[in-house]
């Protein structure tokens, strides 16, 4: 029910009266009036702009923010309103609402800060006018689309999860030519053998001369049949080949073979092999012919390697009604036309439109204003219907056609678009990640600084570090002590970009043992693998504790050490290279590990440590890498 | 004869200036003015005094009612197509619309064919705060659909079948053809004490003052405004 009804509600009882005389059965009771609050208005203050309205207003929708008692949370004793930090030329259409009962999407806003709104107000969008309804419906699904797209593309630009089955980098390969050198070696390969193909199929009927004891030409593949044969044969192979790794590769058997492109190159070796089964039978020669027709489509191949063509059939067929209704009409035209013509023409002498299906060719070929000139109308009634029916054709062909390149435009600049955008979102993430690290780093500062508060107090704090200490701002302190509980809790710790894609890069190669020369200790292949494993199980292994493969404990301790020496370096020198403005803290190694040392549990190590792989001792302890903020 | 000419001669007139319109490309031009709706009816009421006057809410209530009023016509009259389509909305499950024309003739005391403010204000004056003679003098004057000061038995079925109309179909027990007819009979053995057939505003009211669930079920709304 409208709001607005809602107040003619008094109209509607009050006319209630008109049934009591003939009423069957006494009236029950009315309700208890405890509407004796009079109505007054709410001051609405959002950011700053005003609004006031009546009490009543508002509560008209009881199940929304504004309706109901939720918004005594928003009121502000000092000013007596109720204050909303939210933006007021949206919330302009959302009072609006209230007002009218109608909710309507102004077009100049963005679909999902009005979506914000909405459910912050608690309101649902489906009650939007019919008015804007359709306007708002379109834009959710482009953004929706837009969000899909991004999500598309970025989940094929992940970096490679490294427990990957065989198959499945396969298929990856196949589906994104980019992701690895092999693919896109195998890319233009069978680019170049789908070229090859082709252009052997259309020299192999060019006339080649003639042989010694004949008169006429003889087509190149005649002459030189051997050589096509084998080229033939050749191309064949790699497309079957290509044809069945695709169908191994593909995670769900059923919906490849089902997909266009795998009908596509069935299509495309089919003749051949079925040439190569029925060449002596003569009979089926003719029907043989007609395959070698098909191998044409090999040529529509390309489109899994040109993104245009695939636009081009995805037009075709967003546009199906409207070139069906093409079809309908020409058809339509075609046939009244001819008829005409026919009936026209049928007195003059030796006309050329001996039958209706005859006159179709001269109708189709003037509607399309070719006029091949082959059938032309000799009466003058021929010629009128000529002329109008070469007028109409024009009309007929140009009414859908501008339908069709809309949709082709709109949906080659979507794509050009979705390009557009991952070439800005890689740009985009670089500078946010540039903010990110620079985050990450500031807590990394804060740690070492921190830490060293922390934990030794008898360390004179060097001034300018105590004044950088001081300088972070409130939210910062707080934030970086709770990234430091964090830390404590999990026992695990941050560490920047750069370490973690090394160790990353390590576990990766570790996982393909002879693949790695790179990698210089002896004892380092088994110490990977270790660590892979350990990456692996993704758990926290208190070295104290049982742990599967004892026996190695030493050596492995020993290794893990010797390993992790490499990206603490380089971890450590890429933090001492942020830390510009404060005193290198290489000199303060000593007192670290001393405090480290004499830490009894946990056993949690800062990454400052490059001096105690000879200490037994050492309280062992993994560090798995985390990612960075 | 010569109507004939005159006729053909306007006809000839007509389709010349289709032709010319044909050609210049102006045939619909006319089309778009006659668009314009007739919604250019603007009331205005009286002022809030003299409605104080003339109705007995006081001036608060005066103007919550025309704040209402205002929100949903806002050009100030009510016809009957928009007193229809509020009145149903009430009423989701049936069809209010057969009522709502005879309430809507009811509170369209001037006949001028549109609920004015002053008409609906007066008319709820009466129901709201009227006396128990007023009010079923209203009743009466509602159920006389033809206003000539009695009810007929085809009136009575009428407005029986109207108000039967707006249960809708899913009632329980189910509603019979002849319920309204049924009812319209009990309704006549209660108040026609002459047995003519015909009900008058006398009979009415006697008969109505002495039923005690009429008279309670008159001061029911009295709250609600």
């Known amino acids: 029910m409208a709001a607005g009804v809602a107040a003619w509600l008094p109209f509607a009882r009050a006319a209630a009266i008109g049934w009591m005389p003939v009423a069957s059965a006494p009236m029950p009771t009315p309700p208890p009036d405890n509407r004796r609050k009079q109505d007054g208005l709410i001051l609405l203050n959002v950011s700053g702009q005003k609004f006031q309205t009546w009490r009543n207003t508002l509560e008209r929708y009881p199940d929304t923010l504004l309706g109901s008692t939720e918004r005594e949370f928003f009121f502000h004793e000092e000013t007596n309103e ?37 459910a912050f107000f608690g309101i649902i969008p489906e009650i939007i006018g019919d008015c804007c309804y359709e306007e708002y419906k379109d834009r959710r699904r482009e953004n929706q689309e837009r969000i899909q797209d991004d999500e598309d593309s970025e989940n094929q630009n992940d970096m490679v999860p490294p427990d990957m089955t065989f198959r499945e980098t396969m298929w990856r390969a196949f589906e994104n030519p980019h992701t690895s ?9 069978t680019g170049f053998f789908i070229a090859v193909s082709v252009m052997a199929n259309v020299v192999e009927t060019v006339p080649c001369g003639t042989l010694q004891n004949r008169v006429k030409q003889v087509s190149c593949g005649e002459r030189y049949a051997l050589a096509f044969f084998c080229l033939d044969t050749a191309c064949v192979m790699i497309f079957t080949v290509e044809y069945l790794l ?88 075609i046939i009244i036309f001819a008829t005409v013509m026919f009936y026209a023409e049928k007195g003059s002498s030796a006309s050329k439109f001996t039958s209706i299906p005859a006159a179709f060719w001269y109708t189709i070929v003037t509607m399309t204003t070719l006029g091949y000139g082959d059938m032309v109308p000799k009466t003058i009634v021929g010629k009128i219907v000529g002329s109008v029916c070469s007028l109409s054709g024009v009309l007929v ?49 804060y740690k070492s600084n921190g830490l060293l508060s922390d934990l030794i107090d008898e360390v004179t704090v060097d001034p300018s570090q105590a004044l950088v200490c001081k300088a972070n701002p409130m939210f910062d302190t707080h934030h970086n002590h709770l990234l430091h509980c964090l830390e404590k809790t999990t026992n695990h710790e941050f560490v920047d970009e750069q370490t973690f894609e090394t160790s990353l890069l390590e576990v990766s190669m570790a996982k393909h043992p002879p693949h790695s020369p790179s990698l210089s200790s002896g ?107 | 004869m010569s109507s004939c000419r005159k006729r053909c001669k306007r006809e000839m007139f007509k389709f010349a200036q289709y032709l ?44 919550i009612l025309y704040r209402g009023f205002k929100n949903e016509c806002p050009s100030g009259v009510v016809n009957e197509d928009t007193f229809k389509d509020i009145y149903s909305q009430f009423f989701p499950q049936g069809d209010a619309s057969t009522y709502a024309h005879f309430l809507f003739n009811a509170f369209d005391t001037d006949k001028d064919g549109s609920v004015s403010f002053e008409d609906f204000v007066m008319g709820l004056s009466i129901l709201l705060r009227g006396s128990v003679q007023e009010k079923l003098n209203w009743a009466f004057n509602l159920y006389d659909i033809n206003k000539d000061g009695y009810i007929t038995k085809e009136e009575m079925l009428d407005i029986m079948k ?41 009979e009415f009211i006697d008969c109505c003052q002495n039923d005690e669930n009429i008279m309670r079920s008159m001061q029911l709304f009295d709250n609600v405004i």
């Open chain 1, 82 to 118: 109720y204050f909303f930090d939210r933006d007021p030329d949206i919330f302009r259409h959302i009072l609006n609402f209230y007002r009218t009962g109608k909710l309507h999407y102004p077009r100049q806003e963005c679909i999902s800060a009005y979506d914000e709104e909405l």
């Open chain 1, 181 to 189: 050198t092999m693919a896109l070696v195998f890319y233009y390969v």
């Open chain 1, 246 to 333: 695709r169908l191994m590769a593909a995670p769900s058997r059923w919906n490849f073979i089902k997909s266009v492109m795998s009908v596509i190159d069935v299509v495309a070796i089919m003749p051949y092999y079925i040439g190569l089964v029925m060449t002596d039978n003569e009979d089926v020669s003719g029907a043989f012919v007609t395959l070698r027709v098909f191998r044409v489509f090999r040529i529509f191949k390309f489109s899994r390697h040109s993104a245009g063509l695939r636009i081009l059939g995805y037009t075709l067929k967003s546009c199906a009604s409207e070139l069906g209704f093409l079809l309908f009409s020409l058809t339509m035209a």
């Open chain 1, 397 to 445: 062909i140009a009414l859908p056609v501008p339908v069709i390149v809309s949709n082709f435009s709109r949906i080659y600049h979507q794509s050009q678009r979705a390009d557009k955008r991952r070439a800005q979102k890689k740009t985009k993430l670089g500078r946010i990640a540039a903010r990110k690290s620079g985050g990450t780093s500031a807590y990394l500062q």
């Open chain 1, 523 to 629: 004892s380092s292949s088994q110490g990977l693998s270790c660590c892979s494993r350990r990456n692996k199980r993704k758990s926290f292994n208190v070295p104290n504790s049982n742990m599967t493969g004892g026996h190695r404990n030493s050596i492995q301790e020993l290794s893990t050490i010797h390993i992790r020496e490499r990206p603490i370096t380089n971890s450590r020198s890429s933090l001492n290279a942020k830390f510009e403005e404060t005193v290198p803290l290489n000199c303060k190694q000593p007192y670290i590990t001393a405090a480290v040392i004499t830490l009894p549990t946990p056993p949690v190590t800062t990454p400052e440590n490059d001096g105690s792989a000879s200490s037994p001792d050492y309280s062992q302890a993994n560090i798995v890498r985390v990612s960075a903020l």
């Open chain 2, 20 to 63: 010319y319109r044909l050609v210049t490309g102006t045939l619909h031009a006319d089309s778009v003015e006659d668009e314009l709706e007739l919604s250019a009816v603007r009331h205005r009421p009286e002022g809030l005094e003299q409605l104080e006057a003339l109705t007995r809410f006081n001036r608060k209530e005066l103007q």
């Open chain 2, 162 to 202: 109207a108000i039967y109309d707006m249960m809708g179909k899913c009632t329980y027990p189910l509603l019979k053809d002849d319920t309204p007819r049924q009812h319209v009979e009990i309704f006549f053995q209660k108040m026609d004490k002459n047995k003519d057939g015909v009900v008058t505003i006398d």
